[in-house]
């Protein structure tokens, strides 16, 4: 049921009974306390102003409380008003409970899905070939993959795409090192990559060396540029090298996202590289130059030194976008808007596009999004940039041309090292159980956090088993599997008993005879499939990580001052339910943002 709607309707009829207000939007939020009730709203407050019939904002609340318990919907049990006119709803304990059914009958997973028959493209990570996949990569990676979950968990048909940076006049860099530096030949370069276990390094280093040289050679700058115009247009050699860069990089792209538990489903895994849309190019140009004198907010010119731009409206204060250089050469604006152009033909032009991309690229996709809208590809709400903070470290930022970089894969290996320190002597983790530990760790003190915040890295904030961590949360889970185990003849593949229980508990139990550590633990599960649907809807997984830390917080201060097993058998089997449904939650919520839970820690 919907919760929200239901009391609007109430709210709008007391209104225009009383003659004030009518029609006004009316707000709703879960008090952080909640002996102040389940939800609450300020609308007396905010309309008080607006009459002259009532001397203060709590007479106007009382006023509007007695009529609205006339109306009262069968799900709320109790309305009354708090502090200055506050309007405080006390959910009845029969709905908390049917909702703690559906978890359960469920297993957590949302099946009234408002998204059903919409699709969405989703594109995350995308690190650069022959470059390292650094820790700054784990962010795209991380909340990528979330969002792609929430929104198929909300009926989305999600499309999760990789969209490499496998294109560019780096490659004309690159090659050059191939054949000129490295100490040797191209032969022995080919020879040496070919047999290295992490070839990506060695093409970094090559990249490192041209930087270095070329700052006493600056003539190389110029060959490389000349090289990648060459593999723009088809030289055999030159596409065969940059191809060998492609596969070099996939040996360790691949170990990386098996580690991280992460896949792709277009172009077999791999992504649309920017490569992809080489040939894909001259479509957008030709329309840009046929269609932007007539297109109302942009104009197609050519700038003083014979590069192509679009220059947007006075109004939209955007700077010019550059569409060609100036020696006919594409960058990456040309390529991204072929990337959508394809994309809406192949997909439908109604799919959801998300860019999940460093929040320093922010004013260069409002740029991408208006000219896209202006030509008419997309509506409002069509394109969407989730733009990520940087990982903060002490060493400063990281510069791949100074071969300054933290390597992901050691941060990894840093991370199952110390989650091997989480296990007690009786209790030795496997390898599998301390990947998953070590993994989810990180990937929590990423998604705890709004995506755009940057993130200062802290070993000891990351792996600790108390407050706001990831091991909290999977040691949360392992609690209620280990009250779920001590329980005899507990069907937990299908929880059938506990159901029945709880359906005759429900109707024969008042909100007065159940404990407030039950009522908190019944009023925080009841929010979990509101919370999903938020996180999906404003694109932010943070919403689930901050539910799931209150859930686990909840459920264990249940556990500190709730008997679990023992006395009264319905009571037994009631409270059981709870703990069932907790652990389901944990698990589907943790599975949604990426987090694999354990069985023991």
């Not at 700052?215 to 723009?232: Q, T, V, Y």
């Not at 990351?462 to 001590?486: A, D, E, F, H």
Request: overall charge negative.
């Amino acid at each position: 049921m919907k919760i929200i709607p239901e009391l609007e309707k109430v709210i709008q009829i007391v209104l225009n009974k009383m003659e004030i207000g009518g029609g006004v939007n009316v707000s709703f939020e879960h008090p952080a306390d909640s002996q102040h009730g389940d939800w609450s709203t300020n609308i007396a407050l905010t309309l008080f102003k607006q009459q002259n019939k009532f001397s203060s904002p709590r007479a106007l609340a009382d006023s509007m409380s007695e009529e609205i318990k006339k109306s009262l919907p069968n799900f709320v049990s109790k309305v009354e008003v708090a502090g200055p006119g506050f309007i405080n709803f006390y959910l009845s304990e029969h709905y908390l409970m049917s909702e703690m059914v559906v978890l359960l009958e469920n297993r957590a997973q949302l099946k009234d899905q408002q998204n059903t028959g919409k699709k969405a493209i989703v594109e995350f990570s995308s690190p650069n070939i022959a470059k390292p996949f650094t820790i700054g990569h784990l962010r795209s990676s991380i909340i990528g993959w979330s969002l792609a979950n929430l929104l198929e968990e909300t009926g989305y048909e999600v499309f999760r795409d990789n969209h490499l940076g496998d294109w560019g006049t780096q490659f004309g860099k690159q090659i050059y090192a191939l054949k000129h530096l490295g100490g040797g030949s191209l032969e022995k370069n080919i020879e040496k990559l070919s047999k290295s276990d992490n070839p990506v390094k060695d093409l970094v280093a090559l990249y490192v060396e041209f930087h270095k040289v070329a700052e006493e050679k600056p003539e190389m700058e110029d060959e490389a540029r000349a090289i990648f115009k060459k593999l723009e247009d088809g030289d055999d050699e030159m596409r065969q090298l940059w191809q060998k860069c492609i596969d070099w990089s996939f040996v360790e792209f691949n170990r990386i996202y098996d580690l991280l538990n992460i896949s792709f489903t277009e172009n077999n895994g791999r992504g649309y590289g920017e490569s992809y849309f080489e040939d894909k190019m001259d479509v957008v140009v030709s329309e840009l130059e046929s269609k932007a004198k007539n297109t109302k907010g942009i104009s197609y010119v050519t700038g003083n030194n014979g590069a192509k731009l679009v220059n947007f409206s006075e109004e939209s204060k955007l700077p010019p976008l550059m569409i060609l250089k100036s020696d006919g050469a594409t960058l990456y604006a040309t390529r991204d808007l072929a990337t959508d152009k394809w994309r809406l033909s192949k997909y439908g032009s109604d799919i959801l596009i998300i860019n999940e991309v460093g929040a320093e690229q922010s004013l260069y996709f409002q740029q991408i999004y208006a000219l896209e809208k202006a030509l008419g590809w997309v509506k409002d709400g069509q394109r969407v940039h989730v733009g990520h903070g940087m990982y903060r470290f002490k060493e400063g930022k990281m510069s791949t041309r100074k071969g300054n970089v933290i390597w992901l894969e050691d941060v990894l290996n840093e991370a199952k090292s110390k989650a091997a320190g989480l296990a007690s002597d009786k209790k030795v983790l496997s390898e599998e159980e301390i990947e998953k530990v070590a993994f989810g760790a990180l990937k929590w003190s990423d998604l705890k956090r709004s995506a755009r915040l940057d993130v200062a890295f802290d070993w000891d904030e990351i792996m600790t088993m108390q407050g706001n961590s990831g091991p909290y949360l999977q040691y949360t889970y392992v609690r209620c599997q280990s009250i779920l185990n001590k329980a005899q003849n507990l069907d937990t593949t299908k929880y059938s008993d506990l159901l029945v229980n709880l359906k005759s508990y429900s109707r024969n139990t008042q909100r007065e005879n159940l404990t407030p550590a039950e009522i908190d633990l019944l009023r925080n599960l009841s929010t979990y499939f509101e919370v999903v649907e938020k996180s999906a809807r404003e694109y932010a997984p943070h919403h689930l990580a901050t539910y799931l830390f209150g859930l686990a917080q909840t459920f264990n201060q249940f556990y500190g001052n709730t008997q679990v097993i023992g006395g009264a058998e319905e009571v037994e089997k009631f409270r059981l339910a709870l703990v069932a449904t907790t652990s389901l939650v944990l698990k589907r919520g943790l599975h949604l943002l990426g987090i694999e839970v354990v069985e023991k820690m």
